[in-house]
């Protein structure tokens, strides 16, 4: 009888993947030469040696959850986990045992686990789409802040646990407590710090950077039109919307000078509401399509479709200056001109407002300077990134 060979030994267990080694400073860096960043930037510095909790507010797509991990990074809690947890995308029954962890058997299939919570024990905590919790879920992560301890599901010993909190949003909350859907003592806790991301349409100074950035290849084929369509358009989905784009581009067109049709800009998304401050400086009361606004979001859509470019920007100015309190304030917040932001008061109030009822509806002096028509203000004045080609 032939002797049998020896079985091969059985390979060895393949060695565990390292995991990803924590983003540094450099790629967390709330990055960008606009005034918009540079006082981000700032506020996460002064903020992040804190251990209090910090609200992200901003816009869809703005880099959220970057401003979370710059927040992170530069912390005491650096050397810890950083867990980001959508809220939103956990199913409504499952929240309480995703965060909290469960018990064997706490309820049906239930497996024992370790909640998110703890699994953030030593380090960051951040919790995205902060409106989408449930009231109970909000009631048991307010106390989970206060006691420094959670129980899970079907438990009856607490756990202790260290972390910091920072949350995201793009609802207003404030309104939320207002409504009786999201709870004003939680609100009050995890709001302590609170740190805006700027939509892309008021950091435009930074665009040519993140062009460049976000695709080389791109950028160094866009036309000079290419380029002020970039700048022209409002970027309802801002960085996230941008870096799709230019992938789009990338794949559509690999080769050659990219124009603006190449672009294919999508036409924008009507706003969700027209705040009833904003709406009150419409141009004229008698004006049918000031009477639809708030009569319903479809009839919005409808006045929105009537509007011309020059009109949309107007109302958009008219938002910026209720928000900012005053023209001084607005013009840094869109970084153009006072100027510029008279010629668009002068199109919506001209027609029912004088000079000093003006000056004191914005507190702002009756001879403030305006340009001529036509002139163009210096900060407004577009500047060619180096090597676009000519259209």
């Not at 949003?169 to 009050?188: E, I, K, P, S």
């Not at 970027?235 to 581009?249: D, I, T």
């Amino acid at each position: 009888m032939r002797d049998r060979q020896p079985l091969p030994a059985a390979p060895a267990p393949a060695a565990p993947r390292p995991l990803p080694a924590p983003l540094s400073r450099e790629q967390t860096a709330l990055s960008g030469r606009s005034a918009a960043m540079r006082a981000l930037s700032d506020r996460v510095d002064r903020f992040a040696p804190s251990s209090l909790p910090a609200l992200v507010l901003g816009e869809t797509g703005v880099g959220k959850e970057l401003c979370a991990r710059a927040l992170h990074e530069r912390s005491p809690w650096a050397a810890g986990p950083f867990v980001a947890v959508n809220c939103a995308a956990i199913p409504r029954d499952l929240v309480s045992a995703e965060l909290f962890g469960c018990t064997q058997g706490a309820f049906t299939g239930a497996q024992q686990r370790l909640g998110l919570i703890s699994s953030a024990h030593l380090g960051t905590l951040f919790l995205d789409e902060l409106g989408e919790l449930p009231l109970d879920a909000q009631a048991a992560l307010l106390r989970a802040l206060e006691r420094r301890e959670v129980c899970p599901v079907g438990g009856v010993t607490p756990r202790p646990v260290q972390f910091r909190l920072v949350s995201a949003t793009h609802r207003d909350l404030a309104d939320m407590v207002r409504l009786g859907r999201f709870r004003a003592d939680l609100y009050h806790r995890v709001s302590t710090l609170t740190l805006e991301v700027p939509p892309l349409r008021a950091r435009l100074a930074d665009l040519s950077d993140l062009v460049r950035e976000l695709s080389a290849s791109v950028a160094g084929r866009l036309t000079r039109d290419a380029w002020l369509a970039l700048r022209a358009y409002p970027w309802p989905g801002n960085v996230r919307e941008l870096r799709n784009l230019l992938a789009r581009v990338e794949l559509s067109h690999p080769e050659g000078p990219v124009s603006p049709v190449q672009l294919e800009l999508a036409p924008p998304p009507p706003p969700p509401r027209v705040s009833p401050a904003a709406g009150s400086f419409l141009p004229s009361a008698a004006d049918p399509r000031a009477h639809a606004v708030g009569a319903g979001a479809q009839e919005l859509a409808e006045v929105i479709d009537e509007l011309t470019l020059k009109e949309l920007i107007t109302l958009q100015v008219l938002r910026a200056v209720e928000r900012h309190n005053g023209v001084s304030g607005a013009a840094r917040a869109l970084e153009v001109s006072r100027g510029t932001i008279y010629r668009y008061l002068d199109l919506a109030l001209s027609r029912h407002l004088g000079p000093e009822e003006r000056a004191a509806r914005f507190d702002e002096p009756s001879g403030a300077p305006t340009l001529a028509p036509g002139a163009v203000a210096p900060e407004e004045e577009l500047l060619d990134p180096p090597g676009a080609p000519a259209a």
